[in-house]
């Protein structure tokens, strides 16, 4: 698993006065690309030939003032507290076969890509004093594109398959908890998270008395995407200070999937 962390714990931050820029910032931003490709091939009497690509990837990316110990304080200006987590995964995995015999042919294919992980922003145990907004940002993208085909042909009989298979089970979490909160801007904890997959497998055979072939797509998407505002040691308090009443206040999750094949 690989760990991209940002974090401020069991510090305060003291900017004096709210009218300058000074700002706070806490960001974790993390991006994999991932290409394979591979193929097999046979000329034979009689042949058996496979492709076969695997991607496995574990990511977990945290951004967060917290204070475990004790209650610390947060001041800034007019640019503000932001703590942001932001992952990108991006794989795009190739496998092809193919046989050519003179008495029988088997050719088989597998793409598989499995992805997990979390993104998670989050403010705990915190006073905090913003001349500017306060913001707790997730953001988390995957998009895969898998390709698994197989071609067969024996003079006798033909038999091939292909089969491409993901999954994708990422947490995406933005967070306040227990957090006294006063800004002149707008308090902001939004959390998104977007999965897609592009998948296709196909098969063709051939045979001089029989062929077999068939393929298979699965697509799996799982996981939580929260957007909150909560309770911990302490109850959380957005704008209470009459100095500092705020503009907005907004807790949003967004989740958008989708999987294609064919």
Same mark, same amino acid.
């Given at each position: 698993?690989?760990?991209?962390?940002?974090?401020i714990?069991?510090?305060s931050i003291?900017?004096?006065?709210?009218?300058g820029?000074?700002?706070?910032?806490?960001?974790?931003?993390?991006?994999?690309?991932?290409?394979?490709?591979?193929?097999?091939?046979?000329?034979?009497?009689?042949?058996?030939?496979?492709?076969?690509?695997?991607?496995?990837?574990?990511?977990?990316?945290?951004?967060?003032?917290?204070?475990?110990t004790a209650?610390?304080?947060?001041?800034?200006?007019?640019?503000?507290?932001e703590v942001?987590a932001?992952t990108q995964?991006?794989v795009?995995?190739?496998?092809a076969s193919?046989?050519?015999?003179f008495i029988g042919?088997?050719a =088989?294919?597998?793409s598989?890509?499995? %992805?997990? +992980?979390? &993104?998670? !922003?989050? #403010?705990?145990?915190?006073d905090?004093? *913003?001349?500017?907004?306060?913001?707790?940002?997730?953001?988390?993208?995957?998009q895969?594109?898998?390709?698994?085909g197989?071609l067969s042909?024996?003079?006798i009989?033909?038999?091939g398959?292909?089969?491409?298979?993901v999954?994708i089970?990422?947490?995406?979490?933005a967070?306040m908890?227990?957090v006294?909160?006063?800004a002149?801007?707008?308090t902001e904890v939004?959390?998104?998270?977007?999965?897609?997959?592009d998948?296709?497998?196909?098969?063709?055979?051939?045979?001089?008395?029989?062929a077999?072939? =068939?393929?298979?797509?699965?697509?799996? %998407?799982? +996981?939580? &995407?929260? !957007?909150? #505002?909560?309770?911990?040691s302490?109850? *959380?308090?957005?704008?209470?200070?009459?100095?500092?009443?705020?503009?907005d206040?907004?807790e949003e999750?967004?989740?958008?999937?989708?999987?294609?094949?064919?």
């Open positions: 698993t690989d760990l991209t962390e940002a974090a714990s069991d510090s003291n900017i004096v006065g709210s009218t820029s000074a700002g706070t910032f806490v960001r974790a931003h993390q991006s994999t690309s991932v290409t394979n490709s591979g193929g097999a091939e046979g000329l034979t009497g009689l042949g058996v030939v496979g492709g076969f690509d695997t991607t496995l990837v574990r990511n977990t990316t945290h951004a967060s003032i917290n204070n475990p209650i610390k304080t947060v001041q800034a200006g007019t640019g503000g507290v942001s932001w995964e991006m795009s995995s190739k496998t193919a046989s050519l015999s042919g088997a =088989g294919a597998v598989a890509v499995d %992805i997990q +992980g979390e &993104t998670t !922003a989050t #403010i705990s145990a915190a905090v004093t *913003s001349g500017g907004s306060v913001r707790v940002l997730a953001t988390d993208i995957v895969v594109i898998t390709r698994a197989a042909v024996g003079g009989a033909g038999a398959g292909s089969i491409d298979f999954t089970a990422r947490d995406t979490k967070r908890i227990g006294h909160s006063n002149l801007g707008s939004t959390a998104y998270s977007q999965a897609l997959i998948g296709s497998a196909g098969t063709a055979g051939g045979g001089g008395i029989a077999v072939v =068939g393929s298979a797509v699965v697509h799996l %998407i799982e +996981g939580s &995407t929260e !957007a909150a #505002i909560t309770s911990g302490r109850p *959380s308090l957005i704008n209470q200070d009459a100095d500092h009443p705020g503009t206040r907004s999750h967004t989740s958008e999937l989708q999987s294609l094949a064919y």
